[in-house]
């Protein structure tokens, strides 16, 4: 599922993306997305640190 969102961006990355022709909201997409595992995987890791201890 999909939201619309609003972001402030600095402009001359701006524009040098859309000269480019960069889809910048499945950029945004992306760079979310990986963001979001990145921060999942840390939060299992400390969740989980005493039983990974236990098995090493």
């Given at each position: 599922m999909?939201?619309?969102i609003?972001v402030?961006?600095?402009?001359?990355?701006?524009?040098?993306?859309?000269?480019?022709?960069?889809?910048?909201?499945?950029?945004?997409?992306?760079t979310?997305?990986?963001?979001?595992?990145?921060?999942?995987?840390?939060?299992w890791?400390?969740?989980?640190?005493?039983g990974?201890a236990?098995?090493?």
């Amino acid at each position: 599922m999909k939201q619309r969102i609003t972001v402030t961006v600095d402009s001359d990355s701006y524009q040098l993306l859309k000269a480019y022709d960069v889809n910048i909201s499945g950029l945004v997409s992306t760079t979310m997305q990986n963001e979001a595992r990145r921060l999942r995987a840390e939060r299992w890791q400390e969740e989980n640190r005493e039983g990974m201890a236990e098995v090493a």
